[in-house]
C-alpha cells in the first residue's frame, strides 16, 4: 500500500491493491488545541487557523470585527472537522461581526452566528465540517457549560472548607437552601486572602471555597449551581 499525504492540514490517503481511498487523519493535529489546554482571549479579528489546531478554546474579551477560517481544504479534497469553543468573558454584551465579515456557512440545525450567547460568563460550542469548498456548522451548545450542583448539608451550625481541585465557578446567588440556617460564601484565592461573595464567582484550582451556615435550628442543606469556568 502506498501512502501520500494530501495538501491540507492533517488528512492523509492511502490506496489499497484496487486503488480505492482510504482516508485518515493525523491525530496530533486533530488534538491539538490552539494555544495549549486554556483559552486564549480573543476581540477585533479572530482567525481559526487550521493549519495549527482543530480545536480552538477563546475567551471574548471585546467585540469581534472579523471572523474568518485559514488553510481550508481545497475543493477537492476531503472533510474535515473542527470546534470552537467561544467563552465570553465576566463583562458580556459583545458584537459578533456583521454578516459580511463572516465567513459562508451552512448550518446544519438552523442556528447562525446570532444565536451565540454573548452574556456574561457564557460558553458557545460550535461544530464546524467541510464537504470540499462548503463549510457547515452546528452550534452545539451556548449558555453556560452546566455541572452538577455542589451539595452540602449541615446538621447544625457550622463551616465546611472546599479545596478546590479544579476551576470551576459557582453562582452563589442562586443557591436552593432547605432548613432555617443562612448560608454565606467566602473565597480565598491561592496564596490570597479570603474575601465574602455573594454573587457568581470563579475559582481557579487551589483556591478555597468556606461555606457557613448560621442561625439554624435543625439540618439545614445547600445546593449550589456549577458551571465550568
Avoid at 1 to 15: D, Q, V
Avoid at 20 to 38: E, K, M, Q, R, W
Avoid at 80 to 85: D, E, G, P
Avoid at 190 to 206: E, N, V
Wanted: aromatic share 8%; hydrophobic share 45%.
Amino acid at each position: 500500500m502506498s501512502r501520500t499525504t494530501i495538501p491540507g492540514p492533517g488528512i492523509n490517503m492511502a490506496l489499497d491493491g484496487a486503488g480505492d481511498a482510504i482516508i485518515s487523519a493525523d491525530p496530533t493535529l486533530l488534538d491539538a488545541v490552539a494555544g495549549g489546554a486554556g483559552f486564549v482571549a480573543v476581540n477585533g479579528v479572530v482567525t481559526l487557523d487550521l493549519a495549527t489546531a482543530h480545536v480552538f478554546h477563546q475567551t471574548m474579551t471585546g467585540d469581534i470585527t472579523t471572523f474568518a477560517f485559514s488553510n481550508l481544504p481545497n475543493a477537492d479534497e476531503f472533510a474535515i472537522a473542527w470546534r470552537w469553543v467561544l467563552k465570553i468573558d465576566s463583562v458580556g454584551g459583545y458584537a459578533l461581526p456583521i454578516p459580511a465579515n463572516r465567513p459562508t456557512v451552512t448550518w446544519v440545525d438552523g442556528s447562525s452566528f446570532d444565536d451565540l450567547d454573548m452574556s456574561a460568563d457564557a460558553v458557545n460550542q460550535v461544530a464546524f465540517w467541510n464537504e470540499g469548498a462548503e463549510v457547515f456548522a452546528a452550534l452545539v451548545w451556548n449558555g453556560g457549560l452546566a455541572l452538577d450542583s455542589r451539595e452540602m448539608s449541615f446538621a447544625a451550625n457550622g463551616t465546611i472548607v472546599v479545596p478546590m481541585t479544579r476551576a470551576e465557578s459557582l453562582d452563589v446567588a442562586n443557591d436552593v437552601v432547605s432548613g432555617d440556617g443562612t448560608i454565606t460564601y467566602q473565597r480565598t484565592p491561592s496564596g490570597g486572602s479570603i474575601g465574602s461573595i455573594t454573587t457568581r464567582t470563579d475559582f481557579a484550582a487551589g483556591d478555597v471555597l468556606t461555606v457557613t451556615c448560621s442561625g439554624t435550628t435543625g439540618p439545614t442543606g445547600v445546593s449550589i449551581p456549577r458551571y465550568a469556568a
